[in-house]
């Protein structure tokens, strides 16, 4: 994300601190596996090859192809790729997939999402989300504007129906150039650029500093990360009402019938560890911490007077700093802070969260955690995870947004961070990991200036050898 909070905007603070994660296995491993703290590193794949175009270093034997390139590659309707890629979800089709592609557009970004008829949501907005049709070989086919007229749409997730959900990272509000509120959940239709037109803002999901969701297969519920500060974010959960049964074009139908802006149940996450509130996901300093859960309900789900994480007292909900990505996978939903500093009113430093909530138990688990990175610029030190998938061979891969140099980092299926890939270009952060469903093809994003790659390479289960 680029939003004014971004961790590269920010100087560092604290003490350095170690690597502690407790991923195992695989996300269903991980769910399962005690507390323990890992060694700093593995080989992974090995160590990165310097990219002699300086754009994007890799292990030995694997390679990439540029899929797309913000203001270089071209719509179908003829305008240039839009900038700053993020979210992406894949979509497998017959001939190879869909990739739907987040643009974290808010004003002045050079290459706005084009305002098509039809498709535009505000056309005083520049955000949206472009759909990029690739071959089994992650080759480009077509790319067009699925949604426009958005604002600031950082992260989303893929539902189990096959859309994705787009989120917005702002709570804007009509006025100025802009002509409706912001802040907003829309689903993409990855294949019917018909069920895109006339984009319809999903009410009932809230309106506020949306980054990510994850969504239950079984019970159709939806919990979202807010990335917001002043005060810290909430963790959400949406429950439909009774008798929703989801598909495609069925949240849709629910936002436009009676009473569709307050359809369902929407609820902020409280915590507790026995008897005692746990005002701040900050608090957990060790993986394995894990936490009680309970409910509250949002009062104004659509923040009229007040934005909806300022309805609460502190003794009344759980908060977090930057609560970015999130991923359903074992039954439950992986969600991630990127970093916390005493400055932002967290209780403790760290530069990395990654929990896990499991709706049976009614509890959150901290899996990973980050320390604070003494040394950005080094090459074995990562920081500021965001985005965040599942990796068919073991573990998980994050999107770096941290200083100094940006990585996609790898956790092994002992608990072991290594590199997938290095930054040559500059400092920005990586976005939207996502593999193709066949596993041979992981697509990530360079924010800025705007790539979105396919990596491919002698995929397998990465080595736990420690570096």
Known sequence: MTSSISRRNLLRSGAAGGLGIVFAGSIEAI??????QAARGSVGYGALVPDAAKLLSLPPGFSYKIVAQAGVTLLESGEPTPSDADGTGFFRSQNGGVLVNNHEIGGDEPYGVPALPGLTYDPGARGGTTNIEVDSDGNRVREYVSVAGTVQNCAGGVTPWGTWLTCEETEQRAGGAF???????????AFDREANKNPVPLKFLGRFA????????DTHAIY????????????????PPAGFRGGKGALRALALSLGGDTAGTLQAMNCFKGSKHIADLAEATQPGTRYNVTWVEVPDRNGTAVSVRKQFTDDQVTRSHKLEGA???DGGAYFVASFARHDDGSVNEHDGQVWFYDPKSETITLKTIFGVN???????????PDNITVS???GVILAED??????????????????????????????????????????????TPGFVFAITGPWGRPSNAEQ
């Open 327 to 329: 991923w359903w996978s």
């Open 224 to 239: 979202e990360t807010e990335d917001a500060g002043g005060p810290n974010g909430l963790y959400f959960r949406w429950t």
């Open 402 to 447: 941290g200083e100094g140099l940006s990585h996609l980092v790898g956790v092994t299926d002992e608990g072991k961070a290594y590199p997938i890939g290095r930054n040559e270009l500059n400092t920005s952060e990586f976005t939207g990991p996502t593999f193709s469903k066949d596993g041979k093809i992981l697509y990530a994003n360079i924010q």
């Open 374 to 384: 003494p040394d950005p610029d080094q090459d074995t030190n990562y920081d500021g």
């Open 31 to 36: 769910a399962g596996s005690g507390a323990a």
């Open 210 to 217: 949306h980054e990510a969701v994850a969504v239950d297969p």
């Open 179 to 189: 002509q409706k509120d912001h802040g907003y959940v829309f689903e993409v239709d």
């Open 392 to 394: 068919p061979y073991g």
